[in-house]
T-cell receptor, first 112, second 112 residues
Framework: DAGITQSPRHKVTETGTPVTLRCHQT?????MYWYRQDPGHGLRLIHY???????DKGEVSDGYSVSRSKTEDFLLTLESATSSQTSVYFC???????????FGSGTRLTVV | GESVGLHLPTLSVQEGDNSIINCAYS??????FIWYKQESGKGPQFIID?????DKRQGQRVTVLLNKTVKHLSLQIAATQPGDSAVYFC???????????FGKGTHLIIQP
């Protein structure tokens, strides 16, 4: 997707290990979001950022932390991965309504 | 709790027919709604949006209808094509910076 890149695209990790997912944007948008997608639940908001160093929790934030030290990067960290965090993670960016939201291609994380 | 949801998990239509995907929302304070299309292995892709002060909005082959009286949103796809096969999500913005709230999605299947 133009202007937004997620890395890695796929990752397998062991229970109890820390994991960091990266979202990088080139659009200079103020707002950035992390969602997870699971069968039967659609997309659920984990954390979001409304500016550098400004972040807040979403619906399913337990077990996750985020950081945004510069406009273009938004990091999602699983401090100690659990099997329940096996999911597909999507980053989204927005310049605010009515500019809409653009999603990245996703990171498929498997915790074994 | 308040949420955005979809009536049917799967919708099967004949190629060339019109498709109608429905969505119910419960938060009357939501002021912006978006329909997304998600193909397998990809992130959600913007289709069309509508603000709460509108009843209808048309795009290329797609129309979104908003009925605030019954809190109902629908996506109409004209002359459905094989490339329309995907999962469709409605999402609402309830104000503020906390992003989109998604419904669980409808899988649109195109029969030849």
């Amino acid at each position: 997707d133009a202007g937004i890149t997620q890395s890695p695209r796929h990752k397998v990790t062991e229970t109890g290990t820390p994991v960091t997912l990266r979202c990088h944007q080139t659009e200079n948008h103020r707002y950035m979001y992390w969602y997870r997608q699971d069968p039967g639940h659609g997309l659920r908001l984990i954390h979001y950022s409304y500016g550098v160093k400004d972040t807040d929790k979403g619906e399913v934030s337990d077990g996750y932390s985020v950081s945004r030290s510069k406009t273009e990067d938004f990091l999602l960290t699983l401090e100690s991965a659990t099997s329940s965090q096996t999911s597909v993670y999507f980053c989204a960016i927005s310049g605010g309504v009515p500019y809409g939201y653009t999603f990245g291609s996703g990171t498929r994380l498997t915790v074994v | 709790g308040e949420s955005v949801g979809l009536h049917l998990p799967t919708l099967s239509v004949q190629e060339g027919d019109n498709s109608i995907i429905n969505c119910a929302y419960s938060n009357s304070a939501s002021d912006y709604f978006i329909w997304y299309k998600q193909e397998s292995g990809k992130g959600p892709q913007f289709i069309i949006d509508i603000r709460s002060n509108m009843d209808k909005r048309q795009g290329q082959r797609v129309t979104v209808l908003l009925n605030k009286t019954v809190k109902h949103l629908s996506l109409q796809i004209a002359a459905t094509q094989p490339g329309d096969s995907a999962v469709y999500f409605c999402a609402e913005i309830r104000g503020g910076a906390d992003g989109l709230t998604f419904g669980k999605g409808t899988h649109l299947i195109i029969q030849p």
